[in-house]
């Protein structure tokens, strides 16, 4: 499946700020088309999503976001991702999940939200005006 060039812009640029290669970017675009048409597509949630990335653009990992709306709210990793990486289903708070992931994966690994990459312009939109 060939992403939708928005998506693949925000892919793109996204890994580009996180340290990585945005010619690595195509896993991460095609998620991000799957969350944009699921998301429009009226699935409850798909919004509080999200994916850790290892730094040559694997995904290793869904997120979600979780809490009530006032309030503590966080990232979590999905515990059987977390156990399928590490070994552990703990930690899966994302800021503390992501040093043991990286520990596992032996790279540098990034948090990307649905937010970051499926709203707002591109930034081919931006630099075109």
């Not at 944009?36 to 949630?45: D, V």
């Given at each position: 499946m060939t992403a939708h060039p928005y998506v693949t812009a925000k892919a793109r640029a996204w890994m580009l700020r996180a340290g990585g290669r945005p010619q690595d970017a195509a896993q991460l675009a095609r998620w991000a088309q799957i969350a944009?048409?699921?998301?429009?597509?009226?699935?409850?949630?798909v919004q509080n999503r999200g994916v850790i990335v290892a730094a040559d653009g694997t995904l290793l990992a869904e997120t979600?976001?979780?809490?009530?709306r006032r309030?503590?709210?966080?990232?979590?990793?999905?515990?059987?991702?977390?156990?399928?990486?590490?070994?552990?289903?703990?930690?899966?708070?994302?800021?503390?999940?992501?040093?043991?992931?990286?520990h596992a994966v032996g790279q540098p690994v990034a948090h990307a939200r649905?937010?970051?990459?499926?709203?707002?312009?591109?930034?081919?939109?931006?630099?075109?005006?």
């Open positions: 944009w048409h699921a998301n429009r597509l009226g699935m409850s949630g979600r976001l979780c809490g009530r309030g503590v709210r966080a990232q979590h990793v999905s515990p059987d991702d977390m156990e399928r990486i590490t070994g552990s289903s703990y930690p899966t708070v994302a800021d503390m999940a992501m040093g043991r992931i990286r649905f937010s970051e990459l499926c709203e707002g312009p591109s930034e081919a939109d931006v630099a075109d005006k």
